[in-house]
């Protein structure tokens, strides 16, 4: 069994699994890595009463769900566009998996990301003055504000599609093979070294995903990656 059948089985998110695991001192690479019985037994002690609570919500919101339906419908209020400080600051996770650092508008102030999913509080001046730039642009970080993806929508919009439901760089091989290529096709030139560079590492670590996906790779961006195997 592999780490994402059994998040899936417990109802919890790869990430949350492979942080509990690499807790209690399992070495886990990916979600698709292979578990042995000690880290099933050890999850299922965890997750069990976790899923049977998730389960029980999940149950009473479907109930409070046919409540509403049943109450009469009435107009949403229109939303106010959220006004923002130069100072406020604004939680933002690196969508690369390599260290990624930049500079505010005062050209002295550092930001940094070590690696992919990490976060860092950026400054609203500061990322107002990366509108425009490869860190926006190109998908380098994404903006945990859900006010500022919808204000920013028409340049994020594309950016962002390919990110939804996404915890780990390695969950872009598990598409099929058609929709694999057909966003490495359009996605940014950022997007496609992210692809290259999750495929290096997952064949370096002996955890790589077809043969055909990294074909795909091949093809598309020109790499050399099938010799490495």
Known sequence: MKVFELSKEFGVTNKELIDFLRNKGFKVSSHSQNLTDEMIQTSKEEFVSSVKNKNEDKAKAETEEVSKKTTKKTLPPVKEIKKYNPDDLIPCRSIVP???ETLGLDKRTPYKWPSYGDLEYVAYRDLQSWRRKPIIMEGMIFI????????WKHDLGKVYKNYVG?????EFFDKSDEEFEKMLTESTESFKEIIKYTAAMMIRNENYPSIQKISIVDRVLGTGLKDLI
């Open 98 to 100: 390599w260290y990624l």
């Open 144 to 151: 945990e504000d859900p006010d500022i993806c919808e204000q």
């Open 166 to 170: 996404i915890e780990y760089p390695e």
